[in-house]
Every structure is written in structure tokens, then in C-alpha cells.
């Protein structure tokens, strides 16, 4: 029974990632993480007997402590990519409204120069320029 919800999940998981990356709410580079990651637990779910080999192999005691260890270990994994993400965002956030802000004063510079020739070129006291 449990093997049948394990394979469940991760065949719910790769329908809703390759759903979520086809309709373009998920980016190709975190679609490929977790499409590996239900792929692994599709495999650990159609063949149990592995995990128990690996289990033996790593010097696990339980084959359950070996997939928390890898839960937790994915959970930091894919949480500080998600902070270097922000990061990475954050910065560039920061450096497009420091451009905008520039442009900005950049702008207001040229308005007050175009309506200074304005002014200029405008008629005085009624006489027309030729």
C-alpha cells in the first residue's frame, strides 16, 4: 500500500510540474530539479529493494532515516538556491532602480533645457523674430 502512494506522488508531481512548465508558471531550470525528483521517487517506489540496498550500503540502520537524511538534505539544497536566487534578484532590483532614478534626473535635465529654448525662441514684448 504504501509503495502504490509513494509511485502516486511522484507521478502527481511529474503530471503537475510538466502541467505547471507547460502553461509557463515554472521555469525550465527548477522544472528539471524536480522532475529528477519525482523520477527518484518513482524509482524508489516501483523498486523498493533498492532502498534497502542503499540503506545497507550507506550503513543506515532503517531505510526511513536514509530518506529523511535525503529529504532534509534536498530541503537545504533547494532553500539556499532559492536564497542565492533572491539574492541574485535583489541585486538586480536594486540596480535597475538606481539606473531608472538616473534616467529619471537625466530626463527632468532635458525637459527644463527644452522649455528653456522654448522661452528663448518665443517672441518678446510682440515683436516676431525673423
Known amino acids: 500500500m ?34 529528477l525528483i519525482a523520477l527518484a521517487v518513482l524509482v524508489v517506489g516501483l523498486f523498493p529493494g533498492m532502498l534497502e540496498t542503499l540503506t545497507a550500503l550507506l550503513g543506515v540502520q532503517l531505510p526511513s532515516n536514509l530518506l529523511f537524511a535525503t529529504a532534509i538534505l534536498l530541503l537545504l539544497g533547494v532553500s539556499l538556491h532559492l536564497s542565492w536566487e533572491l539574492s541574485q534578484v535583489e541585486e538586480e532590483t536594486r540596480r535597475l532602480a538606481e539606473e531608472a532614478a538616473i534616467l529619471r534626473s537625466q530626463l527632468a535635465r532635458v525637459e527644463m533645457r527644452v522649455e528653456e529654448l522654448r522661452e528663448a525662441l518665443r517672441p518678446r514684448n510682440g515683436h516676431e523674430q525673423d
Request: hydrophobic share 75%; no cysteine; proline share 0%.
Open 2 to 35: 504504501i509503495v502504490m502512494v509513494g509511485i502516486g506522488i511522484a507521478v502527481v508531481a511529474l503530471v503537475v510540474v510538466l502541467w505547471m512548465l507547460l502553461t509557463r508558471r515554472l521555469r525550465e531550470k527548477y522544472a528539471v530539479m524536480w522532475i
